[in-house]
């Protein structure tokens, strides 16, 4: 049974850092096409960062230069370090996971499984 369990959201002040973590079982981070969307209420749900098999990143222009995106094979976990967090940046954040050996993207359609996601926000 494939699962992706999100975790670290919470609520923060302007300017602050969260590092949201990506568990997952029956699903291999190594070579997957892995990535961080994020759903405000009522707006559209929207890539925030992608990795792919070989390290390869893409970002949103919105948290270019404060967003890290990254992975550890050995633990199977994907994170999104955010830095300089904004307002703006309060959303519902979910983890996403696409298929093996494909060029990193932050296309939702470009992604078939999905976390329950976890919450972020920042006053």
């Known amino acids: 049974d494939v699962q992706l369990v999100e975790s670290g959201g919470d609520s923060v002040q302007a300017g602050g850092t969260l590092r949201l973590s990506c568990a997952t079982a029956?699903?291999?981070?190594?070579?997957?096409?892995m990535a961080w969307f994020r759903q405000a209420p009522g707006r559209e749900r929207e890539g925030a960062a992608g990795?792919?098999?070989?390290?390869?990143?893409i970002y949103a222009e919105s948290v270019k230069g404060r967003f890290i995106i990254s992975k550890d094979n050995a633990k199977n976990t994907l994170y999104l370090e955010m830095n300089n967090l904004k307002p703006e940046d309060t959303a519902m954040y979910y983890c996403?996971?696409?298929?093996?050996?494909?060029?990193?993207?932050?296309?939702?359609?470009?992604?078939?499984?999905w976390g329950q996601g976890t919450q972020v926000t920042v006053s």
């Open positions: 996403a996971a696409g298929p093996a050996w494909a060029r990193c993207s932050i296309a939702t359609t470009d992604f078939e499984i």
């Open positions: 029956g699903y291999s981070v190594r070579s997957r096409r």
């Open positions: 990795i792919d098999s070989g390290g390869g990143t």
